[in-house]
């Protein structure tokens, strides 16, 4: 039986996705587009596995998994957030704390997202009914709920802010990268005539663009092949006729006669829904082309490579299946291609007693341990065995493990030599606990006697070439003194018979490379003893650390950086000791603050500060002290010398003792002033801003001019009658003075029509709360502004539309609009109607309170009229 899942997203392509993969899984999907409709979904039909998105009109994923959680007949149902826009550990802890199983950030690799899904519902299975976990609080909930939308409402306005400072940005690179720009940009019209096209097309091809401009597209026939050209003209017709076709590549003819290779794409104009032409870019891929196939080649020489090589080389996955091996590999195991594809596992080649060594030493290598190459005992095809060794390492793509590579070294033969040749044993065993490394053997009259193939890329020799020269003549000038020295130093110790191999030295050396560039190495030397003790050889082990010298010369500019960074007069330094208080501050500390670095010395931080801000800022510094947090970010409020107040944004880090406790702290400090009067201003624009929406409706619809304005008077009034905050009243009225704005979408005729209006054009009418809505939801009110438009016209027993909401669904606010809204309109002319008066507009909103409007509202509404000579503004 198919297991059911219940996928949530407001995005209809992310549904689509979704729901595509897990019907190509097996799975049974069913989908919903926010957390309402899929409870109710739930409930009718329980799944067996929900994944939901967070960010959603309606419900969001956060209150429809507490909802789940809540009800005993859903509770068990393992549950799945799956986000791009919560990602923040904050989101995450939230999300489990309401009981989710599993936390997963948008976008995941189709493979890794169905394992997840199915480790937890096998999981889920294997572990059987789950208690369910504590909700918490009402209110604690709503705190955390409404901290985290609020974190994600500020992130959207900076985001925006951003935006709108690239667009402006965007026209003029726009005409730049036309006129600039690498590939050939052209339009035609639909008759075929050549409109524009960028200078590109000299540098590509060699002519100008006058050649082309206003000729029709049937004279390119100088710049296509007669293929490329037959094949132009059908796709151009292809793309005016609306249709979309995939890069093709075209044969170019440039001016001087070579031919170039081209990537073809193009896509239709559209003006009031209609094509009237088309733009194109064509690419030059000449390089790309033959750049594919110098690789197609390479590719070819390299598989021969890999095939050529003497012992098994393999790659497999960690489902144990071998998905890549060479011609070594079949003769080895005695079998073919064909036989490694029956569907038996890797570890089936491996003895019974060495199965758990094999996946323990797969367990080191993916915490990062470096696993020597281990021996095992081999089974082949036809039963028989064989000893060997394994040399594995892990296969990452995209930063995650997918596998192993291997080599395998048969190792019958030494086996057979081990009693007779132990001098060579050891040489080899050494060999491959450090074949990363370059490996070298000198005898004791300091010549050459191995050198690992490693060298060539270390220094661009090959072994046989090394083997020749002189070891000092290998190293750069610089080093040869120290080389010579430390030789000396180890050769007179090799003369102790001494067991441990006290010899050994390491050194930094500067080398040769066959291209006269030098790289920088560590080099150990050790002596190889033969039985009895006695030097026959140095062993000595090379490896390349340019990329630490550099981290070290980088580490040594950071420092002097550091210094210079700390006297720069950008931010202000302050460096303070909990036992011995102030020990460094820059000049910009004293200019911020007003008083010289002597007169901080004498003074705390807590007199400095505004005594509003010093609760917070020592409830912070007490946590880092307790060892809670290492640092802190803030803005206070300090007092300077000549009294002024400044806002500041500071930030406070702390250095600690071996033994946990604060050494010092480093406070950085900016002086925020202008930042935060500016904020306060924008705060202030943004109600003219929505006063300047209101005006645009009006403009649309004369015959309601000023009823988006009577609304929001109404609706404020409303509000303040049922004691609201100041917050929420403000929220209200901003929201109500443009409720209609997405009446700019409908047309003008039908918004002045002096007849009753028919069901269609109704229909277009009822559109305009979504419009609405879809023009504000992007912008970051500090309030749902956008769901107060979209539900001022929903009822409260789910008459009204669009999505037919009751009461539980729809915010206070939005409540309180409908019925503003509704009284207004009742009461005031419109174009197929005259005004019905206030009395009919109460006796509606009294008539049907409770059945279309809230109770507490209608109730406040006519409380204004009745008792307090409420009066509707002209």
């Known amino acids: 039986m198919k297991k059911k899942i ?148 500020e992130k959207k306005m900076l985001d925006l802010e951003t935006a709108n400072r690239k667009l402006k940005c965007l026209e003029e690179q726009y005409r730049l990268s036309f006129e600039n720009v690498t590939d050939i940009v052209w339009t ?115 598989r021969e490579l890999f095939d050529f090589l003497p012992i098994p080389v393999y790659e ?68 028989s065995v064989f000893p060997a060794i394994i040399i594995s390492s892990v296969i990452y793509r995209d930063g995650k493990p997918v596998g192993l590579r291997g080599a395998i070294v048969d190792i019958t033969k030494r086996r057979q030599a081990e009693e007779t040749s132990k001098k060579s044993e050891r040489k080899y065993r050494l060999l491959a606990e450090n074949v990363n490394d370059v490996i070298f053997v000198l005898d004791m009259n300091l010549k050459y006697t191995y050198i690992s193939p490693s060298v060539k890329f270390l220094r661009g020799y090959k072994p046989e070439e090394v083997l020749k020269q002189s070891p000092i003549e290998t190293l750069a000038p610089s080093s040869r003194d120290l080389a010579l020295r430390t030789l000396s130093e180890v ?53 390349d650390i340019a990329e630490r010298k550099q981290v070290e010369d980088a580490l040594r500019e950071n420092e002097a950086r550091f210094r210079s960074y700390f006297e720069l007069p950008l931010i202000g330094i302050a460096i303070t000791s909990p036992a011995k208080g102030w020990l460094e501050g820059n000049d910009r500390l004293s200019a911020i603050l007003g008083y010289s670095f002597q007169e901080l010395q004498d003074m705390t931080w807590a007199e400095l500060t505004h005594p509003e801000d010093l609760d917070a800022d020592v409830e912070q510094f007490n946590r880092v002290l307790a060892g809670e947090i290492d640092g802190y970010m803030i803005d206070k409020r300090f007092i300077r010398k000549n009294g002024e107040i400044i806002w500041t944004s500071l930030a406070a880090g702390c250095v600690r003792k071996q033994d946990g406790t604060v050494d010092y702290f480093v406070a950085l400090l ?33 015959y309601t001019a000023g009823h988006q304005r009577r609304v929001a008077d109404l609706a404020r009034a409303i509000a303040t009658e049922m004691n609201l905050s100041s917050d929420q009243i403000e929220s209200i009225r901003m929201a109500a003075t443009i409720h209609d704005l997405g009446k700019i979408s409908v047309p003008a005729e039908i918004l002045s029509k002096p007849t009753k209006l028919t069901e269609v054009e109704f229909s277009l009418i009822k559109t305009h709360v979504q419009s609405g809505y879809n023009i504000l939801k992007d912008i970051e009110f500090p309030w749902p502004v956008a769901r107060m438009v979209l539900e001022h016209h929903e009822r409260i027993d789910g008459s009204g539309y669009p999505n037919g909401l009751k009461a539980d669904h729809l915010l206070l606010e939005s409540r309180i609009l409908s019925v503003a809204d509704v009284v207004e309109a009742m009461a005031s002319y419109r174009p197929y109607r005259p005004g019905l008066g206030v009395d009919n507009a109460l006796n509606e909103i009294a008539k049907n309170k409770g059945v279309h409007y809230d109770s507490e509202v209608v109730d406040a509404c006519l409380r204004l009229f009745h008792e307090k000579n409420y009066r509707i503004p002209d």
């Open 316 to 383: 497999m996955d960690f489902e144990a299946n071998i998905t890549s091996a060479n011609r070594a590999i079949y003769e080895t195991f005695r079998g073919t291609e064909e036989d490694l594809k029956k569907g038996f596992k890797a570890w089936q080649l491996l003895s019974p007693e060495d199965v758990d060594t094999s996946a323990q030493n797969i367990q080191r290598l993916l915490k990062g341990e470096q696993v020597e190459g281990t021996e095992y005992t081999l089974k082949r095809l036809d039963g």
């Open 670 to 702: 900016e002086d925020i002033t202008d930042r935060k009067m500016s904020l306060e201003r924008m705060r202030k624009s943004l109600g003219a801003t929505v006063n300047a929406i209101a005006v645009t409706v009006e403009t649309r619809d004369p």
């Open 491 to 543: 050769m007179e110790l090799g003369k102790s018979e001494r067991e441990d191999i006290s010899a050994s030295r390491t050194l930094q050396l500067e080398v040769m490379r066959k291209d006269g560039t030098t790289v920088w190495t560590e080099v150990k030397f050790s002596f190889i003893r033969d039985e009895n003790q006695q030097p026959v050889g140095i062993l000595g082990v090379t490896r």
């Open 188 to 302: 035609i019209d639909t008759d075929f005539n050549v409109r524009k096209i960028s200078p590109s097309v000299e540098r590509m091809l060699g002519y100008k663009s006058q050649d082309f401009i206003g000729r029709s597209v049937f004279d390119l026939v100088k710049i296509l092949t007669p293929e490329s050209m037959e094949r132009a003209m059908a796709e151009i017709s292809l793309v005016l006729s609306g249709q979309t076709i995939p890069a093709s590549v075209y044969s170019l003819v440039a001016r001087d006669g070579t031919i170039k290779h081209g990537e073809f794409s193009g896509s239709p104009t559209l003006r009031e829904g209609k094509i009237v032409g088309m733009v194109s870019v064509i690419r030059d891929i000449t390089e790309r082309m033959q750049a594919e196939e110098e690789i197609r080649q390479s590719e070819k020489k390299y």
């Open 6 to 153: 219940l996928i949530v997203d407001d995005n209809s392509a992310n549904l689509y996705l979704l729901q595509s993969l897990l019907e190509g899984e097996g799975f049974d999907v069913s989908s919903a587009k926010n957390g309402q409709e899929a409870l109710d979904m739930a409930h009718a039909d329980p799944p067996d596995l929900i994944v939901s998105d967070i960010l959603m009109p309606v419900m969001d994923g956060y209150l429809f998994c507490r909802k789940c959680k809540e009800d005993e007949h859903l509770r068990q149902i393992p549950f799945v957030f799956y986000t791009a826009t919560y990602t923040e550990p904050k989101d995450e802890k939230f999300a489990l704390s309401l009981g989710a199983d599993q936390f997963v950030l948008k976008p995941q690799e189709p493979e890794t997202l169905i394992q997840i899904l199915k480790e937890i519902w096998e999981e889920r299975t294997a572990a059987g009914p789950v208690a369910p976990k504590p909700l918490g609080e009402e209110m604690e909930f709503f705190r955390q709920h409404n901290e985290i939308l609020f974190r994600k409402l």
